[in-house]
């Protein structure tokens, strides 16, 4: 079955420095969606690409879905102790089908 | 105010015994799902329905069952038969048709086994 794979696992960063979290698909993705879960919270979604070399941004935070539709990043510019949380990608590979998540990227801020 | 609804939000049951977990949702959406998160891991798909009266097994569907009567709720249960039920449950609801699929999360159920 389809996998989806997310690195690092944890990532701890001192307030200001920039944050990554990369997501790879085992299978050619219809669409990617990040979501944001806070400690103690359920996720949250935060966007969904959809086209090939798609790149989004939301203040300071960056999406890019890769060329061929089978990897995914998101970079957060200057962390501020507000990102705190883990972040995850899912990827759905039909249109309207169930999203598999990938094991998500726990991201620690020190002020 | 629209959202979902799960409860409780504790739940403590003994081994051996069956448990129920309430979703509830007036967000209108056709699609339901539920997911199972243990401690620093990602959401695994348990049961998903993508419309009333119908339901599809996720990953790790051994142990647990559903029911999708009402568009509005998706109540799952956890059976004797499922070796370590004791996590953290995460119930979601989506429109179902791309592109407007993402998926809204309930608070969710955190269920302890004794």
């Known amino acids: 079955g389809q996998q989806v794979m997310q690195i690092p696992q944890y990532q701890h960063v001192q307030e200001g420095e920039d944050f990554t979290t990369y997501c790879n698909s085992s299978?050619?993705?219809?669409?990617i969606q990040w979501y944001k879960q806070r400690p103690g919270g359920h996720p949250v979604f935060l966007i969904q690409?959809?086209?090939?070399?798609e790149v989004k941004k939301q203040k300071r935070l960056t999406f890019q879905f890769g060329e061929a539709k089978k990897n995914s990043s998101l970079h957060i510019t200057a962390t501020q102790t507000t990102d705190v949380g883990t972040y995850f990608c899912?990827?759905?590979?039909?249109?309207?089908?169930?999203?598999?998540f990938g094991e998500g990227t726990q991201l620690t801020v020190n002020p | 105010d629209g959202g979902i609804t799960q409860s409780p939000k504790y739940l403590f049951r003994k081994e051996g015994q069956n448990v129920t977990l309430s979703c509830e949702q007036n967000?209108?959406?056709?699609?339901m799902y539920w997911y199972r998160q243990d401690p620093g891991q990602g959401l695994r798909l348990i049961y998903y329905?993508?419309?009333?009266?119908?339901?599809q097994k996720g990953d790790i569907a051994e142990g647990y069952s559903v029911s999708r009567e009402k568009k509005e709720s998706f109540p799952l249960t956890v059976t004797s038969a499922q070796k370590n039920p004791t996590a953290f449950y995460l119930c979601?609801?989506?429109?179902?048709?791309?592109?407007?699929?993402?998926?809204?999360f309930g608070p969710g159920t955190r269920l302890t086994v004794l």
């Open positions: 979601a609801s989506s429109i179902g048709q791309f592109p407007y699929n993402e998926q809204f």
């Open positions: 690409l959809v086209k090939s070399g």
């Open positions: 329905s993508q419309i009333v009266n119908d339901f």
């Open positions: 967000l209108n959406h056709d699609a």
């Open positions: 299978t050619t993705l219809s669409n």
């Open positions: 899912a990827g759905e590979e039909t249109s309207g089908s169930r999203l598999t």
